[in-house]
């Protein structure tokens, strides 16, 4: 890569991912090649660090040398955490982004779980709508999303309305549209209002809710309230990069055409350093 790329996907699953096994280096050859400044952002849980192939601080090492040898090599490279956030575990993560602030590029607050049960597991999906229905879901999503913006702990906030990706395979959810629009602007609005990064996230793509995170409408309802966001393609593969790398492109020149691309600002002033 002769130049500072112009497209950037902040959001690769490596490894170090329970639901990936691609190494840093393959994403980072294909990078190069395709001119993308590419961001590793695996999974951290705090609520599952007992699960043994749950990335935790005694790995940390290992992804660090491993970044490290391959950002070496492959310099338009940047190293995040996607972290989970838990209201009820607020003081253990502020603890934790404090003591790892400066091993890492960037953390990128999400959630994941409602009552500890998997919004991206379509099984335990089902298990909550049938305890609380999906309104209530909805809800106490958004309620944790609001929590996760308001902690000041994120970079950015990553698939605001991931909730969704599921919802299309449940009875009823047509009559939680107008909910679902309503709380994702009010998330966006609280992040500009808070200095938060929105990721426009593209795995929606590729599961029942058929979008990207959060939905080009609400994109466009943002952007002149001063919201600025960032690409992740939120891969978990090889091929999910390579398969998503053109839509990626693309929305990276849309928002930087409408002046609302912006990075995190650890990433910004390295790309500013290895330009002199």
């Given at each position: 890569?002769?130049?500072?790329?112009?497209?950037?996907?902040?959001?690769?699953?490596?490894?170090?991912?329970?639901?990936?096994?691609?190494?840093?280096?393959?994403?980072?050859?294909?990078?190069?090649?395709?001119?993308?400044?590419?961001?590793?952002?695996?999974?951290?849980?705090?609520?599952?660090?007992?699960?043994?192939?749950?990335?935790?601080?005694?790995?940390?090492?290992?992804?660090?040398?491993?970044?490290?040898?391959?950002?070496?090599?492959?310099?338009y490279t940047s190293l995040g955490l996607e972290v989970d956030y838990y209201t009820d575990l607020a003081p253990q993560l502020a603890e934790f982004c404090d003591d790892y602030k400066n091993d890492f590029d960037y953390f990128i607050g999400v959630v994941h779980t409602v009552d500890r049960l998997a919004l991206t597991i379509v099984e335990e999906m089902e298990e909550l709508v049938k305890m609380i229905g999906l309104r209530e879901i909805l809800e106490r999503y958004f309620d944790e999303v609001e929590s996760a913006i308001r902690s000041q702990l994120f970079s950015g906030i990553g698939h605001i309305d991931g909730v969704m990706r599921f919802l299309p395979l449940f009875p009823g959810s047509p009559e939680v549209?107008?909910?679902?629009?309503?709380?994702?602007?009010?998330?966006?609005?609280?992040?500009?209002?808070?200095?938060?990064?929105?990721?426009?996230?593209?795995?929606?793509?590729?599961?029942?809710?058929?979008?990207?995170?959060?939905?080009?409408?609400?994109?466009?309802?943002?952007?002149?309230?001063?919201?600025?966001?960032?690409?992740?393609?939120?891969?978990?593969?090889?091929?999910?990069?390579?398969?998503?790398?053109?839509?990626?492109?693309?929305?990276?020149?849309?928002?930087?055409?409408?002046?609302?691309?912006h990075l995190p600002e650890s990433i910004q002033s390295s790309i500013l350093h290895s330009e002199k």
């Open positions: 890569m002769t130049k500072t790329p112009s497209n950037y996907d902040l959001h690769l699953h490596t490894e170090f991912s329970p639901d990936s096994s691609t190494p840093l280096e393959a994403y980072a050859q294909r990078a190069n090649q395709l001119a993308i400044h590419i961001g590793f952002l695996d999974h951290f849980e705090l609520a599952f660090l007992d699960r043994k192939d749950y990335l935790n601080p005694d790995r940390f090492p290992c992804l660090l040398e491993e970044y490290d040898r391959v950002h070496s090599q492959y310099p549209t107008s909910l679902w629009k309503q709380r994702t602007k009010e998330m966006g609005l609280l992040c500009q209002e808070q200095g938060v990064l929105i990721e426009v996230n593209l795995r929606g793509l590729n599961h029942p809710w058929g979008r990207i995170h959060p939905d080009p409408q609400i994109i466009d309802e943002l952007i002149p309230s001063g919201a600025k966001f960032f690409v992740g393609s939120d891969s978990h593969s090889l091929k999910d990069f390579e398969n998503t790398a053109s839509q990626l492109c693309q929305l990276n020149a849309y928002l930087a055409e409408k002046q609302a691309l």
